[in-house]
């Protein structure tokens, strides 16, 4: 994020020595780029003075007691060709996949990135998508509810965007915001995506009442509190099951849907395989109201053999959806 907490120096900028030090140190598969993110584009933060514990402050790399702000844009570049040489300088440094996150609103930076990507051997590896629908417990309201598209309609114009740039097979696509239930889910995979986040719903599954009290500290679940009391309902012998129970049986679900459809797995879903509806009960297929040509997201045999030969791994080795 804006605030390189974990690999910053004392001003508050990106220090690659630091970047270094924490990736050797920990098991980490992956680093995300945040340019923004669906519940407050645009927005920095600021994390109040009284919530700086000194565990917190050591996590972060900041003065302990004092107020934090992550500002609403980056340091370390300001535009796409900087951006895809802090991409590519982490990628380096790291050997991991480093991608980007963002919500979507004007389509010139889309625009001019996928064009730059094509046009040079710089890339990101992933990209993930965050409708206005993210969620947040420090968020304006008038961002919340207003900012940024919505993931369907972000995902769908993304997507082409790549595609008319020869790109779409080259990025994995991650979707996120309100996509933890089975048929949002599918739809996203429908639309393009490789991948979606869930936050929300596991927040749901170990507890969250939505109490709306984030901001405050004082969770009544302990989820979202530093307060010893209150952190003592948060057993996480218990919730991690419960967790666990959730995940299985998104996947399950997305798996039994992908077979209503005629198709073995999530990723074999085309926009064809949706019809939208509208509030007189016309309706139109995925592909006509998001506007997909023809050969956009048209599975291929090697694809279905791809995955084919993957279900087959799996169930080889015992995976619990597999055989379901």
């Not at 923004?36 to 050591?58: D, M, N, Y």
């Not at 919340?144 to 740039?165: E, G, Q, T, W």
């Not at 998104?250 to 849907?257: A, G, W």
Request: proline share 5%; glycine share 10%.
């Amino acid at each position: 994020g804006t605030g390189y907490f974990g690999c910053r120096n004392a001003e508050g900028h990106f220090d690659l020595q630091r970047f270094r030090d924490v990736v050797a140190a920990n098991p980490i598969r992956a680093i995300e780029v945040k340019l923004s993110q669906g519940a407050k584009p645009g927005r920095g933060g600021l994390l109040p003075a009284a919530k700086v514990t000194p565990e917190i402050a050591k996590i972060r790399g900041i003065p302990v007691r004092k107020d934090c702000a992550s500002p609403a844009s980056h340091s370390a570049f300001n535009n796409v060709d900087g951006l895809l040489d802090f991409v590519e300088n982490l990628a380096a440094e790291s050997g991991l996949p480093v991608g980007i996150k963002s919500a979507v609103g004007q389509l010139e930076f889309w625009h001019e990135l996928a064009t730059t990507m094509a046009k040079s051997d710089r890339r990101v590896d992933f990209i993930t998508i965050d409708g206005g629908e993210g969620g947040t417990g420090a968020a304006p309201l008038v961002f919340s509810d207003h900012v940024a598209l919505p993931f369907k309609v972000a995902i769908s114009r993304i997507y082409k965007i790549f595609a008319a740039n020869g790109l779409e097979q080259d990025v994995v696509f991650i979707g996120s915001g309100k996509l933890g239930f089975p048929e949002t889910g599918l739809l996203a995979f429908a639309l393009g995506c490789d991948m979606i986040n869930v936050g929300r719903e596991a927040m749901l599954a170990i507890g969250c009442i939505q109490a709306q009290r984030c901001h405050t500290g004082h969770c009544p679940t302990g989820i979202a509190t530093q307060n010893k009391w209150l952190m003592s309902g948060l057993d996480p012998a218990s919730k991690s099951h419960r967790l666990a129970n959730y995940v299985v049986a998104l996947r399950r679900e997305l798996l039994q849907l992908s077979r209503a459809c005629g198709v073995e797995h999530p990723a074999l879903v085309t926009p064809d395989l949706f019809e939208i509806l509208d509030d007189h009960f016309a309706g139109q297929s995925a592909r006509v109201c998001f506007d997909y040509p023809e050969p956009l997201r048209k599975i291929t045999g090697r694809q279905r053999e791809e995955i084919a030969r993957l279900l087959q791994q799996h169930s080889e080795v015992g995976h619990p959806e597999a055989s379901k």
